[in-house]
């Protein structure tokens, strides 16, 4: 058990043994508890603020309470001071055992230290990526798909059972377009001058061996034919093709879905029409007239009567219609249905939509209150766009699908590692800049450069310890000084990042951990430039050495733990 979940445990020993003696009401809430360092580490170790949200429900004093905790908190062997501050915080000091012992676990538990069990019997599905299949992946996709990849993975970790979901939005009127995109390269293939693809059209040169495969297996049958004999079957080409190059773009990031939803598959099989059936049994859809939308005059208003949903019962603006005036699907009704769906199968449901979904989110949430019965926690992560630059001035890629740049021409440009961890260093709903000379510097100016070199730096001294015969790992905590312990301190702190950013849906919080992780590591090794007394590998004194060495390679297991929940590979050698 790592120290914060311990003292979790010690915090809930205490408030149980007070209500024993009736001091405390018993089966208060203690959802709102926390166990955390203090902001300020002269105050101690662990802060909590079991007092202060507890003593309210308890009908006392936050201070008083306190005062009981404390005299509970500081009988335990590993707390050598427990005191109150301000209005009833209570503040931890323990032993350096303590340290020394959660050193000892990181080594013990290796790969699984900060693995946690706080989803166990939850299942969740993210949905992210979810591209239409009309061409290669680009550039705006990618961060979409790199926050929701870290985020499964970091859920994973965290206990919960994931389903990785991709949802082919394959029915749509972009897909017919497609379709006859692939006819003129189609024709292109059989020696006619097609010139200039029309406006309208997909332009990108990706279409062209689906045509050439088309011409391939058919002949000349579908050149003069009606739309009506072969749209179907060039739409159903294209789109495989499409969707072959899409996890093809996504493996060069490292990503792979469990599961591919076809909205087509969907809509055939009856599933919109069972979510209308089902929300006008319960009162939620019933058929009415919009009013008529801002700026419009009445000679332009065409008022139609349509099903609504009664969003407005959810916190939207107004209702929402889910069909259309000539009894089609509108993408509300659809996207209802296909979360309907999900939740069929899963606990809880995480979208990753790029921002210019925004204004779709509420009506959406309340579609999944109202088929869930606000049983299932759904989340709508949104993901700003990613401005390319070199040097700090835009960036002019090659444009070989059409009018966009690709994921793959980002990903052969830096590398995946440099693509992952670099989108993965800002809040995903803040704007964010990508220059390809900064994330392929070798800096402290870029993080992910930073990290790498100090996992490789690590595995350097390791080497060189070798080299001198010093055995390895060596658990020799014993002469750890307080730069050292502090900086265990710092590495204790991974199972509860791994948590709170597993509970926020946020896997930057990672990231934000793992650069502090390096900054302090590399400190302390430059202690040694000055110093040669502070150097990690002393010729002198192998002992000092072996404990040195030995909070090192801890350090390189958070590291590794860490950049494993990203994708990133931990590199051990650096040109």
């Known amino acids: 058990m790592t120290l914060f979940r311990r003292f979790s445990d010690h915090i809930d020993a205490a408030l149980d043994a007070l209500a024993a003696r009736d001091a405390i009401p018993a089966g208060l809430d203690r959802s709102a508890v926390s166990v955390e360092p203090p902001r300020d580490a002269a105050h101690g170790d662990i802060a909590t603020n079991a007092a202060m949200v507890l003593a309210k429900p308890a009908g006392m004093n936050p201070r008083a309470l306190a005062e009981l905790l404390v005299a509970e908190l500081a009988a335990l062997d590993e707390v050598v001071e427990a005191s109150v501050a301000g209005p009833g915080f209570i503040n931890l000091r323990l032993a350096d055992d303590s340290w020394r012992d959660e050193l000892a676990l990181i080594h013990e538990l290796r790969a699984d230290y900060g693995r946690s069990q706080m989803g166990r019997g939850r299942r969740v599905n993210v949905e992210y990526v979810s591209a239409n299949p009309t061409g290669p992946m680009h550039v705006g996709h990618c961060r979409g798909a790199v926050v929701g990849d870290a985020l499964a993975a970091l859920l994973e970790y965290a206990g919960h059972e994931v389903i990785r979901e991709y949802y082919v939005n394959d029915a749509g009127a972009q897909v017919d377009v497609l379709a006859r995109s692939v006819h003129m390269r189609y024709r292109e293939a059989l020696g006619e001058d097609i010139g200039a693809i029309p406006e309208g059209l997909y332009p990108g040169d990706y279409l062209i061996p689906v045509g050439q495969k088309l011409a391939a297996e058919h002949g000349d049958r579908f050149v003069a034919a009606p739309e009506s004999a072969w749209l179907g079957l060039f739409r159903a080409e294209a789109v495989g093709a499409m969707m072959d190059m899409i996890r093809a773009d996504l493996a060069k990031l490292g990503i792979h879905h469990d599961l591919f939803s076809s909205e087509a598959e969907l809509q055939a099989a009856g599933k919109p029409a069972a979510a209308e059936k089902w929300l006008r049994e319960q009162g939620l859809v019933y058929d009415g007239i919009l009013e008529a939308p801002k700026g419009e005059t009445p000679e332009d208003w065409e008022p139609v009567e349509l099903p609504l949903f009664r969003s407005t019962q959810f916190g939207d603006d107004q209702d929402r219609p889910i069909r259309k005036s000539d009894g089609s699907w509108t993408y509300f009704g659809a996207d209802l249905a296909y979360h309907f769906q999900k939740s069929e199968t899963a606990d809880e449901l995480i979208d990753i939509w790029g921002a210019d979904h925004a204004g779709t989110v509420k009506r959406i949430k309340a579609a999944v209150a109202a088929l869930t019965g606000g049983k299932t926690r759904f989340d709508v992560k949104l993901v700003q766009m990613v401005r390319l630059l070199k040097n700090g ?99 204790a702190q991974f199972p509860r990042i791994v948590e709170a950013a597993a509970y926020a849906r946020e896997p930057h919080r990672i990231a934000f951990y793992l650069a502090d992780v390096a900054a302090a590591f590399h400190a302390w090794y430059n202690l040694g430039n000055d110093d040669p007394a502070a150097r990690i590998v002393l010729d002198n004194d192998p002992e000092l050495t072996a404990t040195r060495l030995y909070l090192a390679d801890g350090i390189g297991q958070i590291i590794r733990n860490g950049l494993q929940l990203m994708g990133v590979e931990a590199l051990e050698e650096m040109n």
């Open 393 to 491: 001035e835009p960036f002019k890629m090659s444009k070989r699908a059409g009018n966009f740049v690709t994921l793959a021409d980002v990903v052969d440009e830096v590398g995946k590692d440099a693509v992952r961890f670099t989108m993965l260093t800002r809040k995903a709903d803040a704007q964010m800049d990508f220059d390809f000379a900064k994330v392929v510097e070798a800096s402290r100016d870029n993080p992910v450069w930073y990290l790498q070199y100090a996992n490789a730096r690590i595995a350097r001294l390791r080497k060189k310890a070798t080299d001198a015969g010093i055995l390895l790992p060596a658990p020799a905590a014993g002469r750890l000084g307080a730069n050292e312990l502090a900086l265990v301190k710092l590495l």
